[in-house]
């Protein structure tokens, strides 16, 4: 696998309305980095995400998962990556344990009853098998969403917003499980978050994403002594996002 596992060249992407949503986006995330990519909404976050999870074409530039192109080698690039979207669907009607299964079988997972109790049991989250999914709180959803993202053990896996509706309980176990992939499985991680204090506690490297450009990259060791606590940081933040105007939201 080569170290770079995430790398995107002047990527655009100009929807049929006109609108512009990402602009030249250059950026690279080495093996085993958690990466925390920022911005205000329709910054153009959820778009990268899209393309780079090869469910949205960019209308130039050129974006490779793990050394594969994302239109050029679509199923190869799913083959590495797992993606948790903001509001994860799964089947209500079916157990977490049927949800799975079913996924599982859609990925090709090999001895996958074992692999969902392995993963299940990772995630802390035995007692949620039987359970109908329709009866889950948004974090309950959240963590079989990410189960079934992780379960044919992906290189790469692409939260949006994963935090977003949780309580701090929520938040706090969900950064856990966080680190605990990438400690435990190694896998690099692709974060969109608005919340400077997750991006402090969890990511290696940070980009800021501003009406579809990126302007500001760097490893988080080097904002930390450049600006200090997570004040600093937000102020920075700030300063580099002012809101985008109704008008060009993406």
Do not use: W
């Not at 859609?106 to 035995?126: H, K, W, Y």
């Not at 309980?169 to 856990?176: S, V």
């Not at 579809?212 to 990259?217: D, T």
């Amino acid at each position: 696998m080569p170290d770079t596992v995430i790398e995107i060249v002047d990527l655009n992407k100009t929807y049929a309305s006109g609108h512009t949503a990402l602009r030249n986006l250059t950026l690279e995330v080495r093996q085993g980095e958690v990466f925390g990519f920022l911005g205000h909404n329709g910054a153009g976050k959820t778009t990268t995400i899209h393309i780079l999870t090869t469910l949205m074409a960019p209308s130039s530039g050129m974006a490779k998962i793990c050394g594969h192109s994302v239109e050029e080698a679509p199923n190869e690039v799913r083959r590495h990556i797992g993606y948790v979207p903001e509001n994860v669907r799964l089947y209500d009607t079916m157990t977490a344990r049927a949800n799975l299964r079913f996924f599982g079988r859609l990925s090709g997972v090999e001895n996958l009853e074992r692999r969902i109790d392995e993963t299940l049991e990772f995630l802390e989250s035995q007692h949620l098998a039987d359970r109908l999914v329709g009866s889950f709180s948004k974090g309950l959803r959240q963590r079989i969403g990410l189960a079934q993202a992780i379960l044919h053990r992906p290189a790469v896996l692409f939260l949006d917003e994963p935090t977003s509706g949780l309580d701090p309980l929520g938040i706090k176990t969900l950064r856990d499980l966080i680190v605990r992939l990438n400690t435990e499985f190694g896998t690099t991680i692709f974060m969109n978050t608005h919340l400077i204090s997750e991006i402090a506690k969890t990511c290696h490297t940070i980009g800021v994403l501003n009406q579809g450009r990126l302007v500001f990259n760097d490893t988080i060791t080097a904002v930390s002594e450049r600006y200090g606590d997570d004040a600093a940081l937000e102020e920075l933040y700030l300063s580099i996002t002012p809101v985008a105007r109704k008008d060009e939201a993406a």
